[in-house]
Each structure stands twice: as structure tokens, then as C-alpha cells.
């Protein structure tokens, strides 16, 4: 049976108009369209959320992480003009706060009352995982002595990514943060970490890094040892070798851009021979006194420190 002309234009608009209001997916800000994957958000529960943010590459913001950033009543940052990029990248206008060190005392009671009235509140820093040498961490343990819900996004943090990168043994590792400005104060927070057989992983500013370095292989021996700058950004960079060669090669060359994270490799532990012994010894006396030194060489070699100090003991009488 023929269609009618009457009905073959209606049919024409009919598909026209189903064809004009076809949804069209959604975008991101970029353009780029979203991970058609990803499940639809739900509503957030009342808490404390504790939010990783990338360290250098936006694309490194999990979808968890924006849902919670979107869901949040606040937002509270480090620095606002830092988060606010971080946001308007994702098309995300929830409300900013600031919460860090210097003003955390009276920000942290309006927090924790915001949590008691049921509302949902986030926490980031301006790079990475919040309280990893970042704020956060009164503000976590205030929250959990009331007993109010404390939940983690996780996500990037330059601690764990230097070290997968460095090259160096990642099964046991230990990480110490910032290293203090003053030379003898670095002297003394190295000490603690001599006999650890662990790695370990450093912060430290790109200014104090040659020194840092030399430091290091005086107080931990000339270990091997991988420094990375840059993480995740487009002039990432890994520089690869023993302590003393690091601090010889940024002495050379100056301070890298950004900061620098320095991972460290365990104790290498060989008995050395008793030449090496009585020389390293003498070195070691030459500076410190006789417990010292022996200490610092039993860390160095494993060797027992008993029996150093007592070889010590008589290389310092038979110098008299």
C-alpha cells in the first residue's frame, strides 16, 4: 500500500526531529569526552574526605577524586590559587577554603564543627597526598578522637614514584621527609637512619641538594642512590649513581628547577679487610671520638661495634 505524500513528510519531520534531539555526549573542558565507563556518582556521605591531587600532571586525578571534589560541601586547600586551576580544569565550582600550618588553629575547630553538623568535607594539599609532609594530619586525628568519619581518596604521591622509579630495593622503605636547613641538625637526622636496612626516601629543595648529597655519604657511606626531579611533568628527569658522584655532579651543574626527591639505597654490607679497616678508622678518629667513630663504621659495615671500638681504642693509645 503506497504512503501517502501527507504521510511520508510527516515521517521525514518525524525523523528529522528525532535526529535534532539526539543527546549529544558530554564533553570535559578540554573537549575531550568523558570515560563512557565510569559509573554515575552518588551522593556523598557526610565526613572528612582526604583527597590525592597530582603532583604534576592533571591527567593524574582519579575519577573518585572528582566525584568527591564535586560532592563535597568545601573544599579546604593549601593555597587557593593552586586548587582553583586544579577545579576549573574539571569544571568543578565547589566552594574553596584554606586550611595549612599557619592557620590551622582556627581554621581546624570550624572544620571539625562542619563535620559534626553532617556535612562533607575535603581535604587537599597543593601537590600529592595530604599529610605527607603536607598539612592534615591534626586535623585527621581530631576528627577520629570524636569519632567522626575519616575517609582517603588515595592517589599520586612523589615519594612512592621516585622510588619505583629510582631503581633501588623496593620491598622495605622508609621515608624521613624533609631533611632540616642546618648542617648539623642534617648530620644528626641522618644518624637516626644509618643502621636501617631499608631504603630511603628524602624531600629536599633543589637549593640544599649538593649539599644534602655530600652529607649524606659522609653520615650514610657513599651508597647508591637516585635523585628525581620533575615527577610526572614533561621534564621529569632521574639522575642515577653513588651519593658522593650526585653531590659532585649538582655542585657542577647548580640546582635543579622544582624540588628534588633523593631515594637512597640500603646499607651495603661486605666485610672489608683489615687494611681497609684500620684506614677507615683512622679517618673516621681523625673527626670524631672514639665511640663515635667505631659506631659510624659498625653502621657502615655491620661489623660489630664491640670489637670496633676496642681496635679504636688502641689506635688512639697507640697515637699518644
Known amino acids: 500500500m503506497r504512503r501517502t505524500a501527507k504521510a511520508t513528510d510527516a515521517a521525514r519531520a518525524g525523523s528529522g526531529e528525532k ?22 556518582e552518588t551522593e556523598l ?13 592533571l591527567a593524574d586525578i582519579s575519577l573518585r577524586a572528582l566525584s568527591v571534589l564535586r560532592g563535597a560541601d568545601r573544599v ?10 586544579l577545579m576549573a580544569r574539571f569544571g568543578i565550582s565547589t566552594s574553596l577554603g584554606v ?15 562542619s563535620l559534626r553538623r553532617g556535612e562533607r568535607v575535603a581535604l587537599v594539599s597543593d601537590a600529592g597526598t595530604p599529610l605527607i609532609s603536607d598539612p592534615g594530619y591534626k ?8 569519632d567522626l568519619p575519616v575517609t582517603a581518596i588515595p592517589g599520586p604521591t612523589a615519594a612512592v614514584t621516585a622510588l619505583v ?11 624521613a621527609g624533609f631533611l632540616p636547613a642546618r648542617r648539623a641538625a642534617r648530620w644528626r637526622a641522618l644518624a637516626r637512619w644509618t643502621a636501617v636496612e631499608a631504603t630511603l626516601v628524602f624531600y629536599e629543595s633543589t637549593p640544599r641538594l649538593a649539599a644534602s648529597l655530600a652529607d649524606m655519604a659522609e653520615v650514610l657511606g657513599d651508597r647508591m642512590a637516585a635523585v628525581a626531579r620533575e615527577l610526572t611533568k614533561l621534564h621529569e628527569g632521574v639522575r642515577r649513581g653513588r651519593l658522593a658522584d650526585l653531590a659532585a655532579h649538582f655542585r657542577l ?27 677507615r678508622l683512622r679517618s673516621a678518629l681523625a673527626v670524631h671520638g672514639v665511640r ?10 655491620g661489623l660489630p661495634r664491640r670489637d670496633l671500638y676496642r681496635r679504636a681504642l688502641a689506635m688512639r693509645g697507640a697515637e699518644e
Not at 535526529?19 to 554515575?40: C, E, F, I, T, V
Not at 651543574?253 to 684500620?278: L, M, N, Q, S, W
Open 165 to 175: 622509579l629510582s631503581g633501588l630495593p623496593p620491598d622495605a622503605f622508609l621515608f
Open 99 to 113: 586550611y595549612h600550618d599557619h592557620n590551622a588553629d582556627v581554621v581546624r575547630p570550624i572544620i571539625l564543627a
Open 292 to 301: 663515635e667513630a667505631a659506631a659510624r663504621l659498625a653502621a657502615e659495615t
Open 253 to 279: 651543574t647548580g640546582p635543579p628547577p622544582g624540588e628534588a626527591v633523593v631515594v637512597v639505597g640500603p646499607p651495603e654490607r661486605h666485610e672489608p679487610e683489615a687494611v681497609e679497616i684500620d684506614n
Open 76 to 85: 579546604f586547600c593549601e593555597d587557593t590559587r593552586v586548587t582553583a586551576k
Open 19 to 40: 535526529k535534532r534531539g539526539r543527546r549529544q555526549p558530554n564533553r570535559a573542558p578540554d573537549g575531550s569526552k568523558p570515560d563512557q565507563a565510569a559509573p554515575p
Open 139 to 146: 586535623l585527621v586525628c581530631a576528627a577520629i578522637d570524636e
Open 45 to 57: 556521605a557526610p565526613g572528612l574526605y582526604i583527597v590525592a591531587t597530582p603532583i604534576g600532571n
